[in-house]
């Protein structure tokens, strides 16, 4: 056992968290319940247990392309997650739009875990990416029918 293997832990504990989020999420966007309170109390947990760690290990076995892209991923997910949110809130964004705003952050996640693990170059990292978002996008129709009815 090593500060790096804790780090990982936690690192990965904490996009298991996203994971979480981003269902949670799915499934209010799909009820039309408000879900906000818990996301504003989870949100900053997951920046922390992915971010903290994050730089530990990148600071040990040195910055990648998979790497960096991941933080630059990352920031749109949390940037992205926050002002789709605070505008459902505010009722200045509709559901169905939210929801395309959820496919594309579950796709740059899905994406964001492909370059994690298998570690690819810079073109390979920011294509898995693309593949991954086209994925999530290939259910937009779904997700208009599951917003405009519920
Ligand atoms: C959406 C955000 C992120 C997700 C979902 C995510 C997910 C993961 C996962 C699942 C692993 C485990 C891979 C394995 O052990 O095979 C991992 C490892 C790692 N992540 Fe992330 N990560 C994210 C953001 C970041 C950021 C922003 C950084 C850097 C600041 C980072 C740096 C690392 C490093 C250095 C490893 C260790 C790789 C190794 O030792 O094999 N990650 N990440």
């Known amino acids: 056992m090593s500060l790096y293997s804790i780090a990982l832990f936690v690192h990965v504990s904490g996009a298991m968290l996203l994971i979480v989020l981003l269902a949670i999420e799915g499934f209010s966007l799909r009820k039309g319940v408000a879900a906000g309170r818990l996301q504003q ?18 600071a ?3 910055w990648h392309a ?3 892209l991941g933080l630059v991923t990352y920031v749109l997910i949390a940037a992205a ?3 789709t949110g605070v505008s ?3 009722g200045r964004m509709s559901r169905s ?9 579950t ?8 370059d994690m693990t298998v ?6 990292s920011l294509a898995a990416i693309a593949v991954a978002v086209a994925i999530a996008l290939m259910a937009v129709p779904t997700v208009r029918r599951a917003t405009a009815v519920a």
């Open 97 to 105: 739009t939210a929801g395309v705003s959820w496919l594309i952050r």
């Open 88 to 90: 459902v809130m505010r």
């Open 60 to 62: 040990q076995i040195g």
């Open 107 to 114: 796709g740059l996640a899905a994406g964001v875990v492909f």
């Open 81 to 83: 997650g926050i002002y």
């Open 119 to 124: 570690k690819p170059d810079l073109v390979g």
């Open 66 to 68: 998979w790497t960096a």
């Open 41 to 58: 109390t989870l949100g900053p947990i997951t920046l922390v247990a992915i971010l903290v760690p994050g730089f530990y290990m990148a």
